[in-house]
């Protein structure tokens, strides 16, 4: 077997691991968001949680995700030095980073109540401010409700500052020493936490207080279950690293190594530039603060778009960053090109069905993840308009890091970057005028227009870049793929109308069997255009799929 073969079936079988990994964390994801809705609905603990974790999220995300700048830093250096080197470099890093963001815990810990005025600022309001706006009195006590609670979380969840350093950190090393299955599927520790301090809040709690108690107790459980979670997420990573020599608690203060110096020195452009997108998401949620119940919507419809697209995105970058990078000569752009045609056509073969399918059977599917307990028809009526306005953006949302992905391949982070934060701007003033026009759906709308306008503005530069593009050939498939995505999606619709016609939609069995026979048959109109297309992207997939199941049938 020749060298290229061996990268590229490790590549394959790192794709799957971290494939499959995703995927159950993502169903945890799903199933600890379910038990969140059934226990609070869109009330005040869950809305309270989402301004909360804004800023502790923000830095695990951007600190403790995979592909984040932590992660990428020790992976670059790591991967260069020898196997005895990496214990003390690790051990340095871990008490340079821990130490920092002691620091950063103690400030939000002591400025909590200002950062959260900050953060949500439509909860910061006076009584004299609330009558003189004409808000009723039930909806100023929500509010006020919601803000208290939301600064109890963010002093709970604080630590998470430390966390997310020290789990990126183990990102790093773990996948430096080839270890891919548990940081990827780590994150379900968090999920499997909440789900069990919901579950014991219930039993013990239940219905046994006031509503205003019940919401702030349970808004301390769900805060120390996330806390709880992250913790379980790095102790796991850190026994892991013990058993595999990568580094122990040891504090080392060997600042001046050069393997330190050569870490920060791609942790602190990458950290600036992965920022820039958690920024927007602080914007959307400045403007829902003055929407009573947004932010817990947004939650909602989020994670049921983020679990297929997480999925689906990983599947698709990990396999096809290594491809551009290897193409990145200029004497290789012919091929580039296809490669980027492929990934881009890839794209839209899988978000766009499945974003029409999103929009046209939106209440059907948030009844059937979220509806019971304290999820009431009316929190479904409240969160469908969102997740069909998130279904409208899938495309552009994962074809844009798509384009990102060509950039850093040809060693241009700077194009990305300058893009990134020329969409803060561009998002808040979207915001502003959409939320004016849409109400609360209009923050997603705002989101999905920026994706669009950015996912163009890197297709005109990487065209330009590559000295041309085929732009407009590739229109065409993308535009039929749409059309069949349109039919799919009425022919979803269609078949959920029928079916609700010959049996009532009462109980989760039925809602469930005729949602999942409307979602495969929208499927099966759109795989049926599609094959009719003679793409070649389509036979590519096809024939990937039944690999897959023949290896498994075997």
């Known amino acids: 077997m020749s060298e290229k073969q061996k990268r590229t079936r490790s590549l394959a079988g790192i794709a799957g691991i971290v494939a499959i990994a995703t995927l159950i ?27 909360a974790y804004v800023i502790p999220g923000f830095l695990l995300i951007l600190l403790g995700g995979i592909n984040g700048p932590f992660h990428s830093a020790i992976v670059s250096v790591l991967a260069k030095r020898k196997a005895e080197e990496a214990a003390p470099l690790v051990e340095t890093i871990t ?52 803000q208290a609670i939301a600064i109890r979380q963010f002093r709970i969840m604080a630590p998470l500052a430390v966390l997310a350093g020290l789990i990126g950190i183990g990102f790093g090393t773990l996948n430096a020493a080839d270890q891919y299955w548990l940081p990827s599927i780590s994150p379900l520790f968090s999920s499997v936490a909440v789900i069990g301090a919901l579950g014991i809040f219930v039993v013990q709690v239940g219905s046994n207080v006031s509503l205003p108690q019940y919401a702030t107790i349970g808004g301390m459980v769900l805060a120390g279950g996330t806390l709880a979670g992250a913790l379980l997420q790095w102790l796991a990573q ?67 778009v983020q679990t297929p697209l997480g999925i689906i995105s990983n599947m698709l970058l990990v396999p096809l960053l290594p491809v551009f990078s290897r193409l990145a000569d200029p004497q290789d752009w012919p091929e580039l090109k296809q490669r980027i045609r492929q990934g881009l056509i890839l794209t839209a073969l899988t978000m766009l069905p499945l974003g029409a399918l999103m929009i046209t059977l939106a209440v059907a599917i948030v009844r059937v993840v979220y509806e019971r307990g304290a999820f009431d028809p009316a929190a ?48 808040a003033l979207l915001d502003f005028l959409l939320v004016n026009a849409f109400g609360a759906p209009g923050l997603v709308l705002a989101t ?39 039919l799919a999606g009425f022919a ?27 979602g495969f048959g929208g499927l099966g109109v759109f795989a049926l255009c599609a094959t009719q297309l003679k793409l070649p992207e389509v036979d590519i997939f096809v024939e990937r799929v039944r690999q897959r199941f023949s290896r498994r049938s075997g």
């Open 380 to 427: 479904s009526a409240f969160v469908a308009p969102m997740l069909m306005a998130y279904g409208v953006g899938m495309f552009v949302y994962l074809g844009r890091d798509v384009l990102v992905r060509v950039f850093y391949a040809l060693g241009d982070g700077e194009t990305p970057f300058r893009v990134s934060v020329v969409n803060i701007f561009l998002n």
């Open 95 to 146: 008490t340079l980073v821990g130490s920092l963001l002691l620091i950063v815990t103690v400030i939000l810990v002591i400025f909590a109540d200002p950062l959260m005025s900050v953060v949500a600022p439509g909860l910061d309001i006076s009584a004299a401010e609330a009558a003189a706006e004409g808000i009723d009195p039930e909806k100023f006590q929500t509010l006020q409700l919601t």
């Open 238 to 304: 850190v026994f892991a690293q013990w058993r595999s020599g990568l580094g122990t608690l040891r504090l080392r203060f060997e600042f001046n190594r050069p393997g330190v110096k050569d870490v920060m020195k791609v942790m602190g452009p990458a950290t600036l530039s992965s920022g820039m997108l958690q920024i927007n998401v602080y914007t959307d949620l400045f403007f829902a603060s003055y929407i009573p119940q947004a932010a817990a919507a947004l939650g909602y419809a989020g994670l049921l």
């Open 25 to 51: 964390s993502k169903v945890f994801g799903l199933v600890r968001q379910q038990a969140i809705a059934a226990a609070f609905g869109v009330g005040p603990a869950f809305d309270a949680y989402n301004y």
């Open 492 to 518: 979803g619709w269609g078949i959920l109308h029928g079916c609700e016609q010959l049996i009532a939609p009462v109980g989760l069995p039925i809602q469930f069997v005729q949602l999942s026979v409307a």
């Open 448 to 486: 999905v227009g920026v994706n669009i306008i950015s996912m163009v503005t890197l297709l005109v530069l990487l065209h330009r870049k590559l000295h041309g593009l085929p732009l407009l050939a590739w229109s065409q498939p993308v535009a039929l793929l749409s059309g069949a995505s349109v």
